[in-house]
């Protein structure tokens, strides 16, 4: 299974779930279309994780007004101290290229 990120932080969104980042870029090839998938957290103390994980797009604006549209992974059924900083998120070849803009 490929690596689809490093989590670097996580924010508990009510409502929403835990939002990792960094976030991903959009897809350049196609329409993005919103998708859930089981993925397999892998946690910096070894210990391994299946969860289902929800793929958004979200416009955010930063600093200096500048704007951009990402990729989000939110994990719905998880809390901020099962998904620590360094976990990797790896996702299935299909995710991976839908991820990328290609279809497995």
């Not at 976030?23 to 070894?46: C, H, I, S, T, Y």
């Not at 955010?60 to 101290?81: E, I, N």
């Amino acid at each position: 299974m490929p690596i689809a990120i490093t989590v670097e932080d996580a924010f508990l969104v009510a409502g929403r779930g835990l939002v990792l980042a960094p976030p991903l870029p959009v897809p350049k090839e196609g329409a993005f279309q919103a998708f859930a998938d089981e993925v397999e957290l892998r946690r910096p103390d070894g210990t391994i994780a299946s969860i289902r994980a929800s793929f958004s797009m979200t416009h955010s604006r930063l600093a200096g007004g500048v704007a951009r549209w990402d990729v989000v992974v939110v994990l719905s059924a998880a809390s901020k101290a099962e998904v620590p900083v360094g976990t990797q998120v790896h996702v299935s070849n299909e995710t991976m290229a839908t991820l990328s803009g290609r279809r497995a």
